[in-house]
């Protein structure tokens, strides 16, 4: 039941992501175009120059505020790695549990790996 509810909110994190893609492309797209702009700004010497880069860097933080709700798709990614980690988790628990068993006819490559080692 478990893999099953980690699956499901995994399809829907997958799905809240793919929804958000373009709009997190946009918003890295415009934070590195005010990163620019204000190296520009940094580099201008003239008024007319800082104002052009001013205006210019107010434009395009606009944008990226516009697209600010893809931040939920970068919590999306997030909350599908977590999912990830989680099911190998789950997966690593059920081999360990054989492992930690005292019956030597059940983990008899382990004793043999031990023995070559």
Do not use: C, H
């Amino acid at each position: 039941m478990k893999k099953f509810m980690l699956f499901i909110g995994g399809l829907i994190a997958l799905l809240i992501l793919l929804a958000n893609l373009g709009p997190m492309v946009l918003l890295g797209l415009s934070i590195w175009l005010l990163y620019v702009i204000f190296k520009q700004f940094i580099k201008s010497d003239s008024t007319g120059g800082k104002i052009g880069w001013v205006i210019l860097g107010l434009l395009v933080l606009s944008i990226a505020l516009s697209n600010i709700y893809a931040v939920l798709g970068v919590a999306a990614a997030y909350v599908l790695y977590l999912i990830y980690t989680n099911w190998k988790k789950d997966d690593g628990q059920s081999a360990e549990q054989v492992v930690e068993s005292n019956d030597p006819f059940a983990n008899f490559e382990r004793q043999w790996a031990e023995l070559n080692n």
